[in-house]
């Protein structure tokens, strides 16, 4: 197909061709000047007649020659041009077969449109999807397998994306798209479009696929994952309710009978006769005893459950456990609380969720952190309780929150999670661990 144009010259027409016009004008100059000399001059000698006369027998028979070979050329020409023709057919059309069978044995449905949403394409996977035969198809409008309520929204969503320019991309990014199979039922799929032109005509393919089944995979998981988080919650719930009951028994009843005992002891002491001592120190020991299991009592009450969260509210709470914490570590820690915020309007749940933070956030400093300081924030923003618990020890590793055995991280963020908050664990800018919590003051309900 690449013809010099030595070759391109030669090919064309020989009274195209400039060496041919110049020698038939030098051929016929030659012959007008011999056949008009031998007219004027009219007494010429035979032989010089007999030249003119072979002369022009010659310039007439090679006239004749050129146009046959002239007539046989273009003969030759036209057979090649049919022949290429030919073969440019025969190329097209294997290709074209060949397409067929790949678009053919796609596993994903491919629909080709024209420029008024007709179908001109409909492969075999679509005839599986759709439920129906291609030749029922063709020519007949796309809109045929969108559902009735999105027919609107899918013409617009083609034409928008004709408008765009793009040659390809996906549909309906971050939506659910439906279709609507020959039988009537709908079902959800996902989708890509890319637009060509071929002769001066508008197509657009779409290359679809049925995600019936993995979207009935996700929703069960995500139903399932709900059931999860609401029965821990329940569990959660229902153990707080335990230990507030144990909480109260042990504050309440324990706590009045020592008090009751140690009335009884101071009575029986002020009864002694003055001269036994040894029954004064032992009576010394027993208060002292009493004394000291009154705070055993209120300890574990206040670690079961401390009762000021429900009868002080969280920001007494939270002053209880930063000094308690404190005092029993050794770790110097700061506590930034909010004196103005009004944490009386925190519902239980947060306010706990909060409480339980803390506490296994500072536990957690004492027992795997080696800090020397600890900073702990609480404070209320709009209807967002947020906690920020920060230590200069050794800094949590990205894996530890995973290890099989530990349940506090893991508890903590499965209360958050459920109570649509969130949660951050990571290294601090000041080298040891920050916990940062946020979430929703208001109550959330339970489902069921
Ligand atoms: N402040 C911290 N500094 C350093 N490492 C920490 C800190 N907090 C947690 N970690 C690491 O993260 C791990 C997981 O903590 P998590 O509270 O989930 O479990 P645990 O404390 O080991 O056990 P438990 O279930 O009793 O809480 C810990 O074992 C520890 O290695
Ligand atoms: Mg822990």
Redesign the pocket.
């Known amino acids: 197909m690449n013809d010099t144009s030595a070759e391109h010259v030669l090919r064309r027409p020989i009274w195209r061709q400039p060496r041919a016009i110049v020698a038939t004008a030098v051929v016929a100059i030659v012959l007008v000047a011999l056949n008009g000399a031998i007219l004027l001059r009219g007494d010429e000698p035979v032989w010089l007649i007999a030249a003119a006369v072979v002369a022009d027998m010659l310039a007439v028979g090679s006239g004749i020659v050129l146009a046959m070979r002239e007539a046989v050329l273009a003969e030759a020409q036209s057979l090649r041009a049919q022949r290429e023709t030919a073969q440019a057919h025969a190329a097209v059309e294997d290709m074209e077969a060949r397409l067929a069978a790949i678009v053919d044995s796609a596993m994903d449905a491919i629909i080709t449109i024209n420029a008024t949403q007709s179908i001109v394409l409909f492969n075999r996977a679509a005839e599986k999807v759709f439920r129906c035969r291609r030749d029922q198809v063709i020519g007949s409008s796309i809109e045929r397998f969108v559902p009735v309520q999105h027919r609107a929204e899918h013409s617009a969503r083609i034409n928008a994306f004709a408008n765009t320019g793009v040659t390809a991309r996906r549909m309906g990014d971050g939506i659910m798209l439906w279709a609507l199979r020959a039988d009537g039922e709908a079902f959800p799929i996902e989708s890509s479009i890319s637009h060509t032109t071929a002769a001066g005509e508008h197509y657009y393919t779409i290359i679809l696929r049925d995600v019936t089944l993995r979207k009935q995979t996700e929703d069960a998981l995500r139903r399932q994952q709900q059931e999860l988080r609401e029965l821990s919650a329940r569990v959660f719930e229902a153990r707080e309710e335990e230990k507030t009951l144990i909480a109260r028994e042990l504050h309440d009843e324990l706590g009045q009978l020592l008090t009751a005992l140690k009335m009884d002891l101071a009575w029986l002491s002020e009864r002694l006769p003055r001269n036994a001592d040894a029954l004064a120190d032992k009576a010394a020991q027993m208060n002292a005893l009493l004394d000291s299991t009154v705070g055993s009592v209120r300890r574990i009450a206040a670690e079961l459950r401390p009762l000021m969260l429900d009868d002080l509210g969280l920001a007494d709470a939270v002053h209880w456990l930063v000094e308690d914490f404190s005092r029993r570590s050794g770790i110097a820690c700061r506590l930034d609380l909010d004196s103005e915020a009004p944490f009386d309007d925190v519902a239980r749940a947060p306010a706990t969720a909060v409480y339980r933070a803390l506490q ?2 500072l ?3 004492a ?3 080696g ?1 020397r300081h600890a900073w702990v924030r609480v404070g209320l923003r709009g209807t967002i309780l947020h906690m920020d618990v920060e ?1 200069d ?5 990205p894996g ?2 995973a ?1 099989p ?6 508890g903590m963020r499965e209360r958050v999670h459920y109570l649509e908050g969130t949660l951050s664990i990571d290294r601090a800018p000041r080298g ?2 920050r916990v940062k919590l946020s979430v929703p003051t208001t109550e959330k309900e339970l489902n069921g």
Not at 393 to 397: L, N, S, T
Not at 405 to 410: F, Q
């Open positions: 296994e956030s536990t957690n400093i027992r795997h952190s800090a230590d020890g050794c800094g949590i590793d530890d929150v290890k055995r530990s349940l506090g991280l893991k040891g661990t």
